[in-house]
């Protein structure tokens, strides 16, 4: 017989944006799964940027979506709503969420969940689902990547970076990649990349020129943005294409358009978080067939940084933010 669920939940949340601090614990009632929806008892939650610049502010939840930070999370199945097979009760599954994740019980859409293999630690899986769907659609699916072909990324030991070299080199990319210091240069190096540039000593543009014996990148995932843009652009081989998933040097760029038009560069640029259940389906549809084999199998695993437990958010968003970190930082709520 299966075992009640309780009526409320721990959960944290913020009154009012700020720093990490503002991050405290509240007990709020737990979700009721609705048609399409299972309720996950949370073991993991990942930590992502997004969650950041939703606690200082400036992204707030879509309409519909649960308020408390947290994109991802890995877990039990412990009831489900209208039009969800019963059997999926008692699965232990990883989904991608547009919130709610940094609680005891969080929902997801079914068709956002993805089997936790043998083999796979909860922890580990909780730090999949936000970077994967992300790298996934905008290296492959909106930057046509394909093998043979050379990758720039940016911040190479972020849980992006990371996800980007190691799925790169998966599917036959070079990978370029910059970061602050020596020693994450090391660490991106160990991670994959075929080339790390300390930005902070030397000029990317002129480091990856001399790389690529001028022919340039053809493809850059960007995360910067402002200043970045024309300097992304002057790394891009003729048809190269540039995606702009964040916007973390500034939202506005000034661009050369003649020198855009003579390469016959593509700019484009996504958010994952807004976009539609059905899109989101198929995107967790395209990765359970390309990608979660090899996960499965164990080719795949997220670069690690560390756990924190639920009540240490702030501290959790604190590392975050001095970007000391390695990697994934992931929050323990009932471990597992």
Sequence with gaps: MATPLPETMIAMGFDAPGGPEVLRPETVPVPVPGPDQVLIRVAYAGVNRP?????????????????????????????????????MLGRKVCALVPGGGYAEYCLAHQSHCLPV??????????????????????????????????LLVHGGTSGIGSMAIMLGKLFGLSVITTCG???????????????????????????????????????????????YVPRNLRCLAEDGRHVTIAVLGG?????????????????TGSTLR??????????????????????AEGALRPVMDKVFP????????????????????VLEVSGG
């Design 51 to 87: 969650d950041v610049i939703q606690r200082q502010g400036h992204y707030p939840p879509p309409p519909g979506a649960s308020p408390l930070p947290g994109l991802e999370l890995a877990g039990t199945i412990v009831a489900v709503g209208e039009g969800v097979e019963p059997e």
């Design 117 to 150: 293999p043998t083999g796979l630690p909860l922890a580990q899986a909780a730090a999949l689902p936000e970077t994967l769907f992300t790298v996934w659609h905008n290296v492959f699916e909106r930057g046509w990547a394909s093998q043979g072909e050379t």
């Design 181 to 227: 210091s020596d020693d994450k240069c090391e660490a991106a190096r160990t991670i994959g990349a075929d080339l790390a540039i300390n930005y902070r000593e030397k000029d990317f543009v002129e480091e990856v020129q001399a790389f690529t014996a001028g022919k340039g990148v053809n493809l850059v995932l960007d995360m910067v943005a402002g200043s």
């Design 251 to 267: 939202a506005k760029a000034e661009i050369n358009m003649a020198a855009l038009m003579v390469r016959r560069a593509t700019l």
């Design 274 to 295: 807004p976009r539609s259940d059905t899109f989101k389906a198929l995107l967790a549809k395209e990765i359970a067939e390309n990608v979660w084999p090899l996960v």
């Design 310 to 329: 639920l009540s240490e958010a702030g501290p959790a968003h604190a590392r975050m933010e001095a970007g000391e970190h390695v990697g994934k930082i």
